[in-house]
Structures are given as C-alpha cells and as structure tokens.
C-alpha cells in the first residue's frame, strides 16, 4: 500500500493510501467532504491548480500568486504615500523654521 497526497479546495495538502480511493474524507482544515482521488488524478489536480497560478509548496497550496503580487503593490505604494507625507512634513516645519 503506498502513501500519497491529494490537494483539498482550501489548498491544504491531504495525506491517503491507495485503499482509500474513491472513499469520501473529511479536510481537517476546511471541514469539507471530499472523494479520495487516484494518484494520478491527484497529480493532474496540482498540475492544474500550478497552471491558473496557485503557488504551490510543499506543505501547502498558497493564494493565487497575481493575488499575493497585488498585495506587494499595496503595501509598496501605502510605503511611497508614507513617505511622500513625512517629506512634506519635513517641507512645511523647514519652511517656517526659515520665516522666522
Ligand atoms: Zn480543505
């Protein structure tokens, strides 16, 4: 009997042996049901999930990559307003501090 793994909706990465093919699991994480799929159609799943742009490790399955990136975007662009506002900060107190 060997050991494999499949991939759950919520991207948790599940254990199973081939006897357990075709029974119905529960995710540990997620909580939803699922049918244990063959090692190959598990393999096809990942393969699948990797190709719309899932970024996949080892322990688990992470959000859509172009997700994550949007999120980079974010915070390097709340970076950029920060210091755009410190700068003017600064502008304003050197200004006065010339006027007087
Ligand atoms: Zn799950």
Do not use: H, N
């Not at 990136?69 to 501090?97: D, E, G, M, P, T």
């Amino acid at each position: 009997m060997s050991r494999f793994k499949f991939v759950c909706g919520c991207g948790k990465r599940l254990a199973a042996y081939d006897w357990m093919i075709g029974q119905v699991v529960t995710c540990p994480k997620c909580g939803t049901t699922q049918t244990v799929p063959t090692p190959f159609q598990a393999e096809e799943k990942l393969a699948e999930m990797m190709e719309r742009g899932y970024s996949v490790t080892r322990r688990k399955i992470g959000i859509p990559v172009d997700q994550a990136a949007r999120k980079k975007q974010v915070v390097i662009l709340l970076a950029v307003a920060a210091a755009v506002v410190l700068l003017l900060v600064a502008a304003v107190v050197l200004f006065y501090s010339f006027i007087k």
